[in-house]
């Protein structure tokens, strides 16, 4: 395998080649350049540290393998790494002896997510392939996720975020980031134009 590994710290790294060293040939590069490694080198796949990272591969090289290898497993940043098109998302204290085989496995096509949060990434994809048609003025048949839907309902109760985060058992990054996505569809940049709209919707 041929694997590109982009980390600021030397020590992360070292470690991923050292784990690596008999399974792959390893490049090493820092946050800024791994990029533009990845689009000039085509590596089987790329290691880095960060959503934006993997996000800026993903769109300059779209169907790379990335696996984005955080300090502190979070389940929205896991989110964030799919949506940004990764393939994986693994803790940095992982067993040096399962990396070969999770790089391997992401290279032929797999993916890679703590065990942990399986059950939460089955709940957002099914929220998000159920819809509901939101009608408001001026903007019919708008489509939402179920979870934006709960997002608008929560709204119109005049709840906050921390409020509809406790209510739902979802953290804020995670209320904001779902209205952030109404706001999206519904072409307002505010949470009062958006109160306004729904004030005037069915």
Do not use: F, W
């Not at 999770?102 to 997510?113: E, L």
């Not at 979870?147 to 509809?164: C, F, H, K, N, W």
């Amino acid at each position: 395998m041929r694997v590109l590994i982009a980390a600021d710290e030397d020590a992360t790294r070292t470690g991923v080649r050292l784990a690596l060293s008999e399974a792959a040939d390893c490049d090493e590069v820092d946050d800024e350049a791994a990029a533009a490694v990845a689009v000039r080198d085509h590596p089987d796949v790329c290691v880095v540290r960060s959503v934006r990272t993997a996000a800026e591969i993903t769109s300059k090289l779209p169907g790379a393998a990335v696996v984005v290898m955080t300090k502190r497993i979070d389940e929205d940043e896991c989110l964030a790494a799919l949506y940004a098109g990764a393939a994986g998302y693994v803790s940095d204290q992982i067993d040096p002896s399962r990396l070969p085989h999770v790089i391997s496995d992401v290279m032929h096509g797999g993916t890679a997510v703590p065990r942990a949060l399986v059950g939460r990434l089955v709940a957002e994809l099914r929220g998000r392939e159920r819809v509901r048609h939101l009608a408001v003025r001026e903007r019919p048949g708008v489509e939402l996720t179920a979870r934006e839907a709960q997002m608008v309902d929560g709204l119109r109760r005049g709840l906050s975020t921390r409020e509809i985060a406790r209510g739902l058992g979802i953290s804020e990054v995670t209320v904001r980031r779902h209205i952030s996505g109404v706001h999206h569809k519904l072409g307002v940049s505010r949470r009062a134009d958006l109160l306004e709209l729904l004030g005037n919707g069915g």
